[in-house]
């Protein structure tokens, strides 16, 4: 199924073939059940970026290791 999501990060719009059944999607969308119960088999890439929009490599450098600074 295409899904096509805005980046909560960069406001960037993607458009992504991810398999899932189109029930199941509906489903989640109309607040019925989570995405974990909906979309077991998705993997965790997926299934972020079907709630937030962002792909892995925006993660990756939002979150990078060193980023985060403590306060003593």
Known sequence: M???RKSVITGVERVREIPVDPEHFTLWK???VSINEAMPYLN???RQFIISGITKEEWEEAFKEGDLVENL
């Open 30 to 32: 109309n607040g019925y």
């Open 2 to 4: 295409e899904i096509k």
């Open 44 to 46: 965790d890439e997926d």
